[in-house]
């Protein structure tokens, strides 16, 4: 069974910089693709990045490139994001995801497995 557990969040002004991490057990190999996703009160799950375990392959929601970068530890089967320049509309519950294979396509529906969620806010 595949357990995801995020770590990290916080409270920042704007300007400032946050890394979250994700812990992952229950893979056996690094075939899998490894997310973030965020949502804010009364808005849509939205993907900020995902990243292939097995190659250097990552890709980026729109709003945070430029801003954020997703890396891993395959040692430590571990997912980080590192937020710099954070603003106000990125608060929100940060949740990692993965999902089997490699998934270039930021859509939650393509991920089985989810953690708790870190809870990220922005001031300004």
């Known amino acids: 069974q595949v357990r995801l557990v995020e770590s990290g969040g916080g409270s920042v002004q704007a300007g400032g910089s946050l890394r979250l991490s994700c812990a992952a057990s229950g893979y056996r190999s690094s075939g899998y693709s490894m997310a973030w996703f965020r949502q804010a009160p009364g808005k849509e799950r939205e993907g900020v990045a995902v990243a292939y375990m097995a190659t250097s392959s990552t890709t980026y929601g729109d709003s945070v490139k430029g801003r954020f970068t997703i890396s891993r530890d395959n040692a430590k089967y571990t997912l980080y994001l590192q937020m710099n320049s954070l603003k106000p509309e990125d608060t929100g519950m940060y949740y990692c995801?993965?999902?089997?294979?490699?998934?270039?396509?930021?859509?939650?529906?393509?991920?089985?497995?989810w953690g708790q969620g870190t809870q990220v806010t922005v001031s300004s």
């Open positions: 995801a993965s999902s089997s294979g490699w998934q270039s396509v930021l859509d939650p529906r393509n991920y089985d497995y």
